[in-house]
């Protein structure tokens, strides 16, 4: 609503809104800070909680309706995303992992959802909280695995010659330890964003479009087509930045049970 | 004098700062955006030609040019969050 008012406030010119106006909410829940991120969170929770539970309730042995998406997802974790990453011995980090995958999806997918048009991970508390987990889950998997031996085996990894330590340790440091984690949430974070401050862009130039004088309607092929385009192609970025998160939470995983390569 | 120059002399200290913030955020994702494209593209295309050459391991070339995409696009990406930073902080 505030964007139609943004854009008309004008008299049909072009007004962009302001990036606080595109992804601060009102408190929905006043006093406790609950706005529509939250909401989101809560829902992503909530939601595939629910999917599973439905799924579990099941007793056929030919898997029907709602079982078919559950397996199906669990399916394409293990097949996609941990063997590919981590291997056999991966499979005991399904849950996680599949939580992380669905967390992160149904955060994404809000973003072309009527009603909340907005993706949760458009704001970076959430991702950098999944990445400081993911951060301390592998640091934490390569202590267990490997005990001290572990900082050693990735800070001097086998096989260099002994001066380039000078060189190898403070990148291995910095890129393993300290920017790891802020990278990984920056990924997630900028993709939703970028995506939805696109769709804001294509909405707000539909709106200006239709506000125009009769004879620029065909303008809306472009603008009004982009937003569906867009719109399309934010699914697909929804699901691959999910796919993307998760795999990059198991290789690092992966990288902590067998540090040598 | 040229027509940006009477332009900046028009302006007050906050707005040559906004002006100049502008810029910058414009050149910072537009450099940022230089060296990902190429990578990327160049990323792809190979994984299409690996995924061509030998069709029955297209599944973990797919995977594993995911993972290449995200590790590259991760640059622009920060170049983008540097645009958001200079523009709206």
Same mark, same amino acid.
Do not use: C
């Given at each position: 609503?505030?964007?139609?008012?943004?854009?008309?406030?004008?008299?049909? *010119?072009?007004?962009?809104?302001?990036?606080?106006?595109?992804?601060?909410?009102?408190?929905?829940?006043?006093?406790?800070?609950?706005?529509?991120?939250?909401?989101?969170?809560?829902?992503?929770?909530?939601?595939?909680?629910?999917?599973?539970?439905?799924?579990?309730?099941?007793?056929?042995?030919?898997?029907? *309706?709602?079982?078919?998406?559950?397996?199906?997802?669990?399916?394409?974790?293990?097949?996609?995303?941990?063997?590919?990453?981590?291997?056999?011995?991966?499979?005991?980090?399904?849950?996680?992992?599949?939580?992380?995958?669905?967390?992160?999806?149904?955060?994404?997918?809000?973003?072309?959802?009527?009603?909340?048009?907005?993706?949760?991970?458009?704001?970076?508390?959430?991702?950098?909280?999944?990445?400081?987990?993911?951060?301390?889950?592998?640091?934490?998997?390569?202590?267990?695995?490997?005990?001290?031996?572990?900082?050693?085996?990735?800070?001097? &990894?086998?096989?260099?010659?002994?001066?380039?330590?000078?060189?190898?340790?403070?990148?291995?440091?910095?890129?393993?330890?300290?920017?790891?984690?802020?990278?990984?949430?920056?990924?997630?974070?900028?993709?939703?964003?970028?995506? @939805?401050?696109?769709?804001?862009?294509?909405?707000?130039?539909?709106?200006?479009?239709?506000?125009?004088?009769?004879?620029?309607?065909?303008?809306?092929?472009?603008?009004?087509?982009?937003?569906?385009?867009?719109?399309?192609?934010?699914?697909?970025?929804?699901?691959?930045?999910?796919?993307?998160?998760?795999?990059?939470?198991?290789?690092?995983?992966?990288?902590?049970? @067998? &540090?040598?390569? | 004098?040229?027509?940006?120059?009477?332009?900046?002399?028009?302006?007050?200290?906050?707005?040559?700062?906004?002006?100049?913030?502008?810029?910058?955020?414009?050149?910072?994702?537009?450099?940022?955006?230089?060296?990902?494209?190429?990578?990327?593209?160049?990323?792809?295309?190979?994984?299409?030609?690996?995924?061509?050459?030998?069709?029955?391991?297209?599944?973990?070339?797919?995977?594993?040019?995911?993972?290449?995409?995200?590790?590259?696009?991760?640059?622009?990406?920060?170049?983008?969050?540097?645009?958001?930073?200079?523009?709206?902080?």
């Amino acid at each position: 609503m505030s964007l139609l008012l943004a854009a008309e406030s004008e008299g049909g *010119g072009l007004e962009f809104p302001s990036l606080t106006q595109l992804v601060e909410w009102p408190d929905i829940i006043d006093p406790i800070g609950f706005n529509k991120i939250a909401l989101i969170h809560v829902l992503s929770v909530v939601v595939p909680a629910l999917i599973f539970f439905l799924a579990s309730r099941q007793k056929s042995l030919v898997p029907s *309706g709602v079982r078919t998406i559950a397996e199906g997802t669990i399916e394409f974790v293990e097949k996609q995303i941990i063997m590919q990453a981590i291997g056999p011995d991966g499979m005991k980090y399904l849950p996680v992992l599949l939580s992380y995958f669905l967390f992160v999806f149904f955060g994404n997918i809000t973003e072309v959802i009527p009603f909340f048009q907005m993706p949760a991970n458009a704001r970076i508390a959430g991702p950098i909280v999944l990445a400081l987990i993911s951060w301390a889950m592998y640091i934490g998997i390569g202590v267990k695995n490997h005990g001290m031996g572990y900082f050693k085996e990735v800070l001097f &990894p086998p096989g260099v010659p002994p001066a380039l330590y000078i060189l190898v340790t403070p990148i291995e440091l910095l890129s393993n330890f300290i920017l790891r984690p802020f990278s990984h949430a920056v990924r997630l974070f900028a993709n939703m964003l970028a995506g @939805h401050i696109l769709l804001v862009t294509f909405g707000v130039l539909s709106i200006t479009v239709a506000g125009m004088a009769i004879g620029w309607i065909w303008l809306e092929v472009f603008t009004f087509g982009g937003l569906v385009a867009f719109t399309a192609f934010e699914m697909f970025v929804s699901l691959i930045q999910a796919f993307v998160f998760t795999i990059l939470a198991a290789v690092y995983i992966g990288g902590s049970l @067998h &540090p040598a390569h | 004098m040229s027509i940006a120059a009477q332009v900046l002399a028009q302006l007050d200290g906050a707005e040559t700062k906004a002006a100049a913030a502008a810029e910058g955020a414009g050149f910072a994702y537009g450099l940022a955006a230089i060296g990902p494209g190429i990578g990327i593209g160049y990323l792809v295309g190979q994984a299409v030609q690996a995924m061509a050459r030998q069709p029955e391991s297209a599944g973990q070339v797919q995977t594993t040019m995911f993972l290449g995409v995200a590790f590259t696009e991760a640059l622009a990406l920060i170049g983008f969050v540097v645009f958001i930073l200079l523009k709206f902080a």
